[in-house]
């Protein structure tokens, strides 16, 4: 990490971290290297204790073994598989989450009710539930009873999101391949059942179980993004700014970090409640800004300002500004703590299996939600107070755009071109080229690339050949901080072609300017919302998902959770690029599989480039090849 | 007179030689009593990287040792019976001379006494015919303990082949890639 080719706020922000004596992330990067060469190529074992056992990787020949017999491609592909387990068992987690939020709230034991009638009554029609005659909450209790059932059905049929979710060609090639996932808990079982000591050690086998582990996550996804939008509203496109400099020296500065909107949302709510509270105790008002992926969440559904991507979650405490960072689940950094207590910060957790030692803990749980909200928003008021007058930093950086492309939005904007057939802009215009492609970007900000500006230099790579990059997670955060969400970048960034489109859909819209080059869609749950406007897109033409001339790409990734959502788009037959490579090179035969052969399988293959032109020319090739295929 | 030679392409960064390097230097010599032990057992060996590479740097006990030069004490010398450059721990007086004179950072500091800290090559390991700790720990075997000339003769051969292999005409393989050098060429694009 050279600290030099950093973005300018993430510089200040390190610069004081070191002037300020206070560690971070980047210096234990630095502290950790070199890495070892077993963990990256994934041939390191740990799950029996006959071992740990390493193959080594100068013995191609195959002979390495562990004590059991495994040899790398089987070390590889079970340690692969746990990988996806980790990433599924957030995102089913993450969803069952909220089903039982909205079913206490339907049964009048939370604080929660319909936000969205409409998104309520299109997600039962979807599942195949009557809604004729029906009172909402009665829909919505059935809808909590199709999604807890994908959680404990025994009869093998395909599990309710995967029917209701996946686009009939792909359901029917995961038929005939033995992917069809019917309940989300028994995959995971599976998956550490068939991993553990002495079971599954073909690695083609495993490979295909990692699909399925990927398809288990789709559900998490899919489920996790519509009852949230059930609950909270579906997303509209809206103005939003991003960076550090969303931080207010003289308001009371409360961060929400984590993933899950049931409790951000309830900040929200009780930060306005609270704000003459705020105001009472000196400060200007309640500034709850959004770190990570429930950033995301809040400022596609209501504008809240997005503070920092992951990697910021340190460095944004370094101002000294933030009075709480309040967390969930998920991406939380232990090290965060260290920092806070170098300044008022308090961190605070609120899920009973997310504690952090140092961190205060205020258990959140739906039924409570309002008084724990209630505390958290006071714990902030109080620590500014105690914070007022002190010396404070804030790299005054922020960039602004447009956030909140939900599919919903998405065919409203197009509605207004082509009422009776929206997607058809968007396809003559796929058709004619001046949409090349689309390219969605997902996942983390990885400090062992993040100094490359890898996903700023292959979005704007992509843009100038008039590719459509869409996006979610902190690769979203990265993106709204260059400017590149903005009306603006169109005219800056985007190719001809993609220019007059987004300027045209832009005047339908309304807007003074075009539409900007890269698409908010939202969270990391939110990739469902990718899939789900591709998906249209291919039944408008009638085509696989395989044969569009599309990709996705993590481009830094950093968590279990992006490896499932990979798997996932690997076996619904997208080519995936991800840089760091995953630990899989230890393994010809994964290596084999994921970049060459499952072509042949579901369409999908695995690509790996860290360089940032290469691999947006990578990409271009690919979306060539299968415009060519398409003959457009 | 066996020395510790690495094999750069080799090394995978596991730190197996840092790890084994502190157990052996611990009071226990286990594993799982050493991690125990206050003050904790420190290292003599430092995986470090390079490049794309990553390297196992440690004192290579030279025939002509500065840090014997440098010594105000004398406390720096060479062992009798094995060779290897050692401190006297009494007779250090912590002035560093030697690091500053060593070309390699292969001399630290003792956390508990504050005098010089180095590579002695396992002396009780070697007294029973054993290999260095690190040696035996190297999982991809990048550390080697052998004879200068072995491995000067080793080389010759390689090189000798590879001139007849020319001469002959027939086709030079490059050494077939391992997963490593994937690696390594993802990273050091």
């Known amino acids: ?632 | 007179m066996k020395e510790i030679f690495v094999d750069i392409e080799r090394c995978t960064a596991c730190k197996a030689c840092e790890i084994a390097c502190a157990v052996e230097h611990s009071a226990t010599k286990t594993l799982f009593g050493a991690v125990f032990e206050s003050p904790a057992p420190q290292k003599r060996v430092h995986v470090e990287p390079a490049l794309v590479y990553s390297y196992p740097v440690r004192c290579l006990h030279c025939t002509d040792a500065p840090c014997i030069a440098a010594c105000p004490n004398g406390a720096m010398t060479r062992d009798s019976v094995t060779g290897s450059v050692i401190v006297d721990e009494d007779r250090c007086q912590g002035c560093f001379m030697c690091a500053m004179v060593c070309q390699f950072g292969a001399i630290s500091v003792s956390a508990q006494t504050r005098t010089a800290l180095k590579c002695d090559r396992c002396p009780d390991r070697l007294a029973v015919g054993l290999p260095p700790a690190c040696v035996e720990a190297c999982p991809t075997r990048a550390l080697v303990f052998g004879e200068e000339e072995d491995l000067a003769s080793e080389k010759r051969l390689s090189a000798a082949a590879r001139v007849a292999q020319a001469v002959s005409g027939a086709a030079v393989h490059p050494s077939s890639a391992t997963p490593l050098d994937t690696l390594r060429s993802l990273r050091g694009y």
């Open chain 1, 1 to 632: 990490m050279t600290r030099e080719t950093m973005d300018v706020a993430t510089e200040a922000l390190y610069e004081r971290a070191c002037d300020c004596g206070i560690e971070t992330g980047l210096d234990r990067l630095e502290a950790q290297q070199p890495q070892c060469g077993f963990g990256q190529l994934g041939t390191c074992c740990r799950i029996c204790y006959m071992g740990p056992c390493r193959i080594d990787p100068f013995a191609t020949d195959g002979s390495s073994r562990g004590v059991c017999g495994a040899d790398a491609n089987v070390i590889v592909t079970r340690n692969l598989l746990r990988e996806a387990t980790g990433g599924a068992a957030s995102h089913v987690g993450h969803a069952r989450h909220v089903a039982l939020t909205l079913r206490d709230a339907m049964n009048g034991r939370a604080p929660y009710a319909i936000v969205d009638r409409a998104k309520l009554l299109s997600v039962a029609t979807g599942l195949g539930i009557a809604v004729e005659g029906k009172a909402d909450t009665d829909i919505a209790k059935e809808v909590v009873d199709k999604a807890l059932e994908d959680y404990g059905r025994q009869d093998g049929e395909p599990a309710n999101w995967v029917a209701f979710r996946t686009p009939p060609k792909e359901l029917e090639m995961w038929k005939e391949l033995g992917l069809v996932v019917s309940n989300v808990h028994n995959e995971i079982e599976e998956a550490m059942h068939r991993t553990s000591g002495g079971n599954d050690a073909d690695p083609v086998n495993l490979l295909l179980g990692t699909l399925r582990m990927g398809i288990a996550d789709g559900v998490g996804l899919a489920m996790a993004t519509d009852l949230q939008d059930i609950m909270f509203g579906t997303p509209q496109v809206r103005g939003i700014e991003a960076n550090v400099g969303v931080l207010d020296a003289n308001k009371v500065n409360l961060a929400m970090h984590g993933h899950n909107p049931v409790l951000s949302e309830k900040i929200v709510e009780w930060s306005i409640r609270l704000d003459d509270e705020a105001r009472a105790a000196g400060a200007e008002g309640m500034n709850v800004v959004g770190v990570c992926c429930t950033g995301n969440e809040l400022t596609m559904r209501h504008g809240v300002p997005m503070a920092g991507h992951n990697l910021q979650s340190e460095l944004l405490l370094v101002t000294g500004a933030v009075d709480a960072m309040a967390v969930d689940v998920q991406c939380i950094w232990p090290g965060t703590v260290k920092v806070a207590e170098c300044f008022d910060t308090k961190i605070i957790t609120t899920e009973a299996n997310v504690k952090i030692p140092g961190a205060m803990h205020i258990p959140f749980e739906a039924a409570n939600a309002d008084e724990a909200a209630e505390k958290i928003v006071r714990t902030a008021i109080e620590a500014f107070v105690a914070r007022k007058g002190k010396e404070v930093s804030i790299p005054q950086v922020k960039a602004s755009g447009l956030a909140g492309f939900s599919v919903e939005a998405i065919v409203d904007v197009l509605a207004k071109v082509d009422p009776d057939n929206p997607l058809k802009p968007v396809i003559d215009n796929i058709v004619a080229g001046n949409i090349y492609g689309v390219v969605a970007f997902a996942g983390c900000p990885n400090p062992k690339i993040r100094a490359s500006e890898m996903t700023e230099i292959m979005a704007k790579e992509l843009l100038a050949n008039n590719v459509l990059v869409v996006t979610t997670g902190c690769t979203a955060h990265i993106l709204a901080q260059a400017g590149l969400m903005s009306p603006e970048a169109t005219e800056k960034y985007a190719g001809d072609g993609l220019k007059a489109v987004l300027t045209a859909l832009g005047g339908a819209a309304g807007l003074d300017g075009p539409l900007p080059p890269v698409w908010h869609m939202g969270s990391c749950v939110d990739n469902s919302r990718i899939v789900n406007l591709l998906a249209a897109l291919a039944g408008t033409l009638g085509v696989k998902l395989s044969q569009l001339p599309v990709a996705g790409s993590a481009p830094e990734l950093v968590q279990e959770k992006a490896v499932s959502i990979g798997s996932w788009l690997l076996a619904l037959g997208l080519t995936v690029h991800t840089a760091p490579v995953l630990h899989v090179l230890g393994s010809p035969v994964a290596t084999k599989v994921l970049t060459e052969d499952l072509v042949g399988i579901t369409g999908g293959r695995a690509y790996v480039e860290y360089d940032p032109k290469k691999a947006a020319a990578g990409l271009l090739a690919d979306i060539a090849t299968k415009r060519a295929a398409l003959g457009i």
